[in-house]
């Protein structure tokens, strides 16, 4: 039997007798193998589950790495953690500065060709990350017998859930350390970088000046979502789940070639915030490691975890206590407040149909922040009593005054009506942004439905016109946008958006002299809403003045970031950034528009608007790595380019054909085919 089926085999015996007669049966006379298949047991145990390399070493593993040795600068000092392929170590750098940094070295007698592979794409996610609360790398380099390492931060902190257990940290205080975490979450996968195993030993906790700051490391089995993270060959074995089977995703233990994207990640939150608040994880250890590989998988795939409180409930009274006793509390006061926002954030991140988790990590932060801030959450139904107990709770003191003056039906009738329009104003919202998704998606029938949904939800007429003419535009019917859109300005004179997107439109077919003719009245235009200033934003990133098309990017950036992300956005943006690099020729430039562009892939993969704006931006950036001497990046960009490209000519649309032409004229350009 293989190492894979041997230890198949003993996962599917609960009786440990059993278990070791099976090792003992089929590895009498193989040290080797039999280390490996208890490596892999082991790790089950320390939650490294499916971390160790599955094939056999070439020679026998060392016990211990050799202290006090030197490699290069550094002089390893303490081995300070292990996994599948390697070991980490405390070291002493003495050249060029001195300072102690964590050095990780693959093991001897495992550098296969995809463990290399696997331990080069961890360096490199790392070294896309530039965020307080990622460990940074520092440096890189072989051994002398050619065994990888690379240098990084020295993070000397604890794993998040055991730093709030000796802290005795508050549920809020839990929450808002939590919420730092979500940001980098969302700060690696805007970078294009899925971590695919996030669990509480892979987040420590340090004190900087007394303040807690988490730090996420281990991107051991990082996934990229767009950009090729190493030129050695990786791909992941069939019928090989990557991750932790307590903080997995059911996509990831489905085994069905289904694509991972970033909604994986924010399961494993929900997981995470589920463990912080309840001491528990929803799926025990000791029941997961009873069940066999198969009932294992279906338990992460089919079962659906009991809500915090539920969950809290049901513990035997003494572990209660102590749970809440660790979150300075009791218990039913602590179930008291998981009930509610808590347990419908928690189960929204952790939906088993993925389509139904928060889109991003920073909107499951900001439904956190929400919940601090005693505001509606989005992660449930809203409804006029439940928003008048976040009133009340926000404006408490307001309250109890106007209570003791006069408790009137004019009062009530105004609360109600306050009510009604916020709700309003949230479904109209989360109706346009559905629409935007279906334009994303060049499918014309689902774009006519949303677009509906958005009358029906009460969306103004101004939108709808908007929509309606970004629907023509991206199925290449700009005759129709245009008419669409001058109607609409007609019937908005003042609408910035109406003129933008009418400008925008012109310049589509070249009509350069309606796109300046309907520029010219935006000339005093003063954007105050988000959708002014990014689609203002967008109309300038066409001008041929170099500062008009910066002062589009930086509208549109703010739009982004201190009003809204979007996917739409995001795509807008990075269309926006490539422009500005066709001028200036910056590799900076277009590295910022091809991370915009990965962020709206997280979204949505191969919709029409992403693989336009992909194959494009990527084109470009090959062409300026080419004139800036940067091989790597002209070849990955390339690959990209011609696959996005590959999958844009599906789409029978001017859309695509105006973006495959800008393409095919930078290919013929750089000689490529």
Known sequence: MTEEEIFHAILSQGDAQERQRILAEHCPDDPVLRHRVEALLDSLKTENFMR???????????????????????????????????????AEQTHPVQRRVALKIIKAGMDTKEVIARFEQERQALAL????????????????????????????????????????????ARITLFTKVCRAVQHAHMKGVIHRDLKPSNILVTLHDGVPVPKVIDFGIAKAMQQRLTDKTLFTHFEQMVGTPLYMAPEQAELSGLDIDTRCDIYALGVLLYELLTGQTPFSQDELMKAGFDEMRRLIREREPKKPSTLLKTLAAATASTVATHRQSETPKLIGLLKGDLDWIVMKAME??????????????????????????????????????????????????????????????????????????????????AAQFAIMSGEDEWITATIRECTAAGVPRTFIGLLEGEQHLIQGRVEDAIRTLEDLVHEAPKSIPARALLATAHDLVDDTRSYHRVMATLADAKPKEREDYLILGHALSHSDDEKERQQGVEFMAHAIHQMRDSPMARVLLAEARTRLAVHSRSLEEIQEAIADINAARGWQRHGIAVLAISSWAHAVGAQIAEEKNRADLRHSWLAVAKTDGEQLVTFDSFYAEKYLKLQKEIFAQMGVD
């Open 52 to 90: 160790v390399h599955l094939e056999p070493p070439t020679t026998p593993l060392p016990v211990k790495e050799m202290e006090s040795q030197s490699i290069g600068p550094y002089k390893l000092l303490q081995q300070i953690g292990e996994g599948g392929f390697g070991t980490v170590w405390m």
């Open 129 to 172: 990350m530039d965020h307080p609360n990622i460990a940074r790398v520092l440096d890189a380099g072989a051994t002398e017998t050619g065994r990888p390492f690379f240098v990084m931060e020295l993070v000397r902190g604890v794993p998040i859930t055991r730093f709030c257990d000796e802290h005795l940290l508050t549920p809020q």
């Open 352 to 433: 088993k149909d993925r389509r139904r988790r928060y889109e991003t990590a920073s909107a499951l932060a900001d439904d956190l922040q929400r919940h601090l801030d005693h505001e509606p959450v989005l992660a449930r139904p809203p409804s006029t009593v439940y928003r008048l107990q976040k009133l009340l709770q926000k404006n408490r003191a307001a309250f109890i005054t106007i209570s003791l003056v006069a408790l009137s039906l004019l009062a009530g009738l105004a609360i109600s009506t306050t009510l009604y329009v916020r709700l309003r104003v949230e479904k109209a919202q989360r109706a346009v942004e």
